[in-house]
């Protein structure tokens, strides 16, 4: 103690201000963190293993990563009526070619939809984990519209029965947070990037917040998902080299591009290299 007090005569106003850096950005600690080992030097298949024959998050692009024993990358949120759907977009139009969002239809619609004009439906998060059925490991991305995080509990009603290895991960600190009140036992993860380098709408503070990792502190996450672009980010790099945060790069989509995210992440979300 009388070491850090030294630490901040000498350091001054600009010491104090780096020290509460490193506060909001550190991400639990080591020694309770659970086991990363099902999922360190692994691949993981972008929403399934998935073509322009074999829609994104469908049951046969799921399928298709199981049979290459990669592990799968996925996202969730709920229907009209409650049900945990598996779907990416908050929308329908880009891969069901509908007009809306998956929360104004109930789950037997969206299953009956279209996916890609191919005959898959959207699936719900129960039947895909029955037909993974922890042969593989899983990258859960939860999808929050807003502040509601009511995808949070239902998600969990039907993953504390799921035998198999999963994490949880979401660009949506409030969901981390969830899961670090509500499920500390589980192995949870911060999704980020530099947002400003794109052209996503919203709040330029947010995107700074968590483009810096600043809001860590809320969730204490056990790993940082981080765009494969910007490897050396000061916040992720921080994270990673000094707390020693699990490193997943995102989204990987030639066999180039994996190599070089080696020297950088432990563990890689892949699209379109298989």
Known sequence: MIGLYIALGVLGGSGLVFLLFLWMIAPRSQRKRPDTTPFLGMEFAHRGLHNKNVPENSLRAFQGAVDRR?????????????????????????????????INFTAEELGKMSLGGQSDGIPTLKQVLEAVDGQVPLIIEIK?????????????????????????????????????KNRPHILRGQLSSDFFKHSEK???????????????????????????????????????????????????????????????????????IY
């Open 202 to 272: 919203g709040s330029r503070i947010q995107f700074f917040a968590v483009k810096n990792l600043m809001l860590n502190f809320l969730a204490r996450p056990d790993f940082i998902a981080f765009d494969i672009r910007y490897p050396r980010a000061v916040a992720f790099r921080l994270c990673t080299k000094l707390f020693h945060s699990l490193p997943i790069g995102w989204t990987i989509r030639t066999k180039e591009e994996l190599e070089k995210a080696k020297e950088h992440f432990d563990a890689w979300i892949c699209e379109d």
């Open 70 to 102: 990669l592990g799968i990358e996925l996202d969730i949120q709920l229907s009209k009526d409650g049900e945990v759907m598996v779907f990416h977009d908050f929308t329908l139009n880009r891969v069901a070619g509908v007009d809306g969002k998956v």
């Open 144 to 180: 929050i519209p807003g502040f509601d995080l009511s995808v949070c509990p239902k998600a969990f009603e039907i993953l504390d029965e799921y035998k198999g290895p999963y994490c949880i991960e979401s660009f949506h600190p409030l969901a981390i947070h969830w899961m670090k």
